[in-house]
């Protein structure tokens, strides 16, 4: 009689953990929204010019930001110096950020530009969850 009930303690206690490993890989929350496309204060820049964009948001969770890009792109992507993501606080609201335009030499100028932003967060041990969003078209001349 008890090894019976040591068998079914232990399975329930396997199962309800393999339960819950799949609610955490499949836990999707709606961290933020960021209205794209972001407005820029130009529409035709520099090249060594700052840029500044603005962004509309709503945050609806606080998870740990793993990484952080901003990628300038016209067909290729060049990726645009470091910077610290925004600490937003939850709710909507609206900030302005600013980034340097940096380019390779031999660029195409002749193309239309725009930044983009993706931000991955770690929502738990097993899952990362990444939000992509995206600047107006501009211009960049010498």
């Known amino acids: 009689m008890k090894k019976s009930y040591l068998s079914g303690a232990t399975l329930l206690i396997a199962m309800s953990t393999m339960v819950y490993f799949l609610y955490l890989l ?3 929350p709606k961290i933020i929204e960021i209205d794209s496309p972001m407005k820029v204060d130009k529409k035709v820049y520099k090249i060594g010019d700052t840029l500044f964009y603005t962004q509309k948001y709503c945050k609806y969770k606080n998870f740990k930001i793993i990484d952080f890009e901003r990628t300038l792109v016209d067909g290729y992507s060049f990726s ?3 910077a ?5 606080p939850l709710g909507c609201g609206e900030t302005t950020r600013d980034v340097q335009i940096v380019l390779p030499n031999g660029v195409n100028l002749e193309e239309d530009f725009r930044i983009i932003i993706t931000i991955t967060y770690q929502v738990n041990p097993f899952k990362t969850q990444t939000v992509q969003f995206y600047s107006d078209k501009f211009k960049i001349i010498k």
């Not at 610290?84 to 937003?88: G, I, V």
């Open 84 to 88: 610290k993501p925004a600490t937003l």
């Open 80 to 82: 645009l110096p470091e």
């Open 26 to 28: 499949a836990y999707n």
